[in-house]
């Protein structure tokens, strides 16, 4: 249970990026999470509430989240597929060894900040 | 309302310092496993074993963390090598910056091997890059074996799988080919050890790959000024 400091650098990136934007007040933070990554994406909505919680000028920002599941590249044919118990063999050309593509991510996509 | 494109990792301030810290590491050509397992795996008393029992005249550090208590440190620091405790005060992993700072005075140059124990936690550690070489994930046959299946996030980044307490293979349910298995669905070229800490099994490969580990590091390692 990791997601309380997680959801603390979240929230130290999005407030540097919105100090070079005027300190300007982020209404909505949108979050790429992967299914490898490690973290629980309920969880950390649990743990921004929390801090939101303590917050004095209240209006927490929305949190989005981007749950990309855990999917592997083929380098013979170039397919992209879902990983099934673990399967890794291409469904399409049935090459034994494919790549991770994506599943691992925890990255800030955007925020979005209120008109001045 | 102005949408802003960040595409930024959340940890990015922990890689910026891991890279740091394994930059330095390798330019004093210091190895760098970071062991990760569920608590009573037996972190500890490999690494009290590799203390015990590793040439005397390799230099190793020891940073163990855990969530309260020095009892980690006092045990390992009966070896006569020099060991600090991190203790995360709830933190149920460590981070890079916890490292760097528990790194403080050590002189690097003075050492061959760093090892950091990580918190007993098969989860969130995964997530935080500590400058390490390798994380070395151990898994023990007192555990399912289908940990890696539950936690695979943790052992696709394993860099060496080690299976502990195997002297304990006919009192117990656990499927050793079966959980080598495992291990390979989540991380097909991983190398595994057996080992048993308790009777000694195994330790002998541990330490030549340890070793060949090392070796491999300084070869790669760019030499600046050599004629």
Known sequence: ?116 | MTRVEVQQKVLSENERIAKTLRETLVAHGVYCPNFISSPGAGKTLLLERTLALFPRDVRIAVLTGDIQTDNDAQRLARYGFPVRQITTGGACHLDARMVERALDGWQLDSLDYLFIENVGNLVCPSSYDLGENNKIVILSTTEGEDKPLKYPATFSRAGLVILNKVDLLPYVTFDLALAKENVRKVNPNVEILEVSCTTGVGLDAWYAWLERRRAASLQAKPVFGAI
């Not at chain 1, 959801?7 to 005027?22: C, F, P, Q, R, Y």
């Not at chain 1, 949108?30 to 973290?39: D, H, N, P, Q, Y």
């Open chain 1, 1 to 116: 249970m990791h997601e309380m400091s997680i959801a603390t650098s979240v929230l130290e990136a999005v407030e540097a990026e919105a100090d070079k934007h005027g300190g300007a007040k982020v209404t909505k933070i949108g979050l790429r999470i992967g299914e490898w990554s490690g973290v629980d994406p309920e969880a950390l909505r649990f743990c921004f509430e929390a801090l939101a919680a303590g917050n004095q000028d209240g209006g927490a920002p929305a949190i989005e989240i981007d749950f990309r599941p855990r999917q592997n590249r083929c380098p013979s044919c170039g397919t992209v597929f879902a990983l099934k118990d673990f399967e890794i063999q291409c469904p399409q050309c049935r090459a034994e060894v494919t790549e991770p593509f994506s599943g691992n991510e925890l990255e800030v996509a955007f925020i979005e900040l209120e008109e001045p």
